[in-house]
C-alpha cells in the first residue's frame, strides 16, 4: 500500500460520489482557506490499484479530517477488507510521521459507513491513536409516525405545543431567511455561552452549495425556533443547527419542530434523521441527551482519534 498526492480534480474524479458531503471535493474547496496557509492534501491509498483516499488539511502543526466539518475519515473504492483498511490508515499515519506533522481524525457515527467506521477504530487504535468518545443521536425515519416512537413527556409536551397557536414552515433558502434562522441559533447559543462557529456570509454560502434545508417556527408573528439541515449521505438528513429562542420553553416549540422536520424526511423518504452529538469532548450535555431520547432518538458513538506530531 501506498500513498500518492493528487490534484483536487483527480479525487474529485476518482470519487464523485462520498459516504458524506464532508469528504466531497467541493466542500473541501470551500472551506480551503480554512486552513493554515491553505494547505489541503489530497491523497490516494493504493497498491497498483486505488484502494482509497483522504483529504487532509493543515493546521496547528496537525493534519486533520476533516478540517473544518462534523467528521471526516476514509472515502473506499470497493474494497472494505480489513486488510485493505489497516493498510490505508498504516500508510495515512507513516504519511504524517513523515511530513512532522500529528493527525486528528474525526470518523463518521455507525449509520453513515458502520463496516468502515468499525474497522477504522480498530486500526486507529493499533497504530496508536488516542480516542475521544462523543455520543451522537440519530432518529431512525422507517419506525413509522413520530408520534409512535416518541416518550410519554414528549408526547404530553408536544400536545402542550399543539394548542399554543405555534406555526412551523419550511421556508425557501433565500439570504433573508437564512438570517431568520441565524438570529435564532445566535441568539440561542449566546444565552447558553455557547460560540457561534460560522459567521452569517460563511452560513449562507455553505447553505447555497449544499442544498441546504430551512424550517421556522412562528407565534404571534415572531420567530422563535427554527432548523438547518444538510443533506449529509445516502437516505441522511443531518440537523446541522436548531434551537429555539429564549424566553420561550413554556410553548415547547422545540417539540412541535421536531416532529415537523421528523414527518418532512420521512415523507420524503429518507433514512435517518441525524441530530448530532449530545456530548463535548466526550463530556455528556445531560439535558440534550434527555430531549434527545424523548424524541426516540437512538445513541451511536462518534470517534475522534489522535496522534500528536
Not at 498526492?5 to 470551500?30: D, K, L, Q
Not at 483516499?53 to 493546521?59: F, N, S, T
Request: proline share 6%; with cysteine.
Amino acid at each position: 500500500m501506498m500513498i500518492n498526492a493528487v490534484t483536487s480534480r483527480e479525487y474529485g474524479i476518482m470519487f464523485p460520489c462520498p459516504p458524506h458531503i464532508f469528504n466531497g471535493v467541493a466542500f473541501t474547496e470551500h472551506n480551503r482557506h480554512k486552513c493554515d496557509d491553505g494547505d489541503v492534501r489530497y491523497l490516494f491509498a493504493g497498491d497498483g490499484k486505488v484502494r482509497g483516499g483522504i483529504i487532509l488539511g493543515r493546521r496547528d502543526g496537525m493534519l486533520h479530517s476533516p478540517f473544518s466539518a462534523p467528521f471526516g475519515g476514509l472515502t473506499v473504492s470497493r474494497s472494505r477488507r480489513f486488510e485493505a483498511v489497516d493498510g490505508m490508515w498504516r500508510e495515512i499515519v507513516e504519511y504524517c510521521r513523515a511530513e512532522g506533522l500529528g493527525l486528528r481524525v474525526t470518523l463518521p457515527p455507525e449509520p453513515y459507513a458502520p463496516e468502515l467506521t468499525v474497522k477504522s477504530v480498530s486500526a486507529l487504535s493499533r497504530l496508536g491513536l488516542t480516542p475521544t468518545l462523543d455520543v451522537s443521536y440519530n432518529l431512525d425515519l422507517g419506525r413509522g409516525s413520530f408520534r409512535d416512537g416518541i416518550s410519554r413527556s414528549c408526547r404530553k409536551l408536544l400536545n402542550q405545543a399543539s394548542g399554543n397557536g405555534l406555526s412551523v414552515a419550511k421556508v425557501v433558502p433565500v439570504p433573508e431567511n437564512i438570517l431568520r434562522l441565524y438570529n435564532i441559533i445566535r441568539t440561542n447559543h449566546l444565552s447558553k455561552g455557547r460560540p457561534m462557529w460560522m459567521e452569517p456570509d460563511d452560513v449562507i454560502s455553505t447553505a447555497m452549495l449544499v442544498k441546504a434545508d430551512f424550517f421556522l417556527l412562528m407565534h404571534d408573528g415572531a420567530d422563535i425556533a427554527g432548523a438547518m439541515v444538510y443533506p449529509a449521505g445516502e437516505g441522511i438528513a443531518q440537523v446541522v443547527y436548531w434551537g429555539d429562542m429564549p424566553g420561550y420553553s413554556e410553548l415547547r416549540a422545540m417539540n412541535l419542530l421536531a416532529e415537523y422536520v421528523y414527518e418532512y424526511y420521512r415523507r420524503a423518504g429518507m433514512r435517518l434523521l441525524d441530530l448530532g452529538p449530545a456530548t463535548e469532548t466526550g463530556v455528556p450535555n445531560y439535558g440534550l441527551c434527555v430531549f434527545k431520547e424523548s424524541l426516540g432518538a437512538e445513541p451511536t458513538l462518534k470517534y475522534t482519534m489522535m496522534l500528536q506530531g
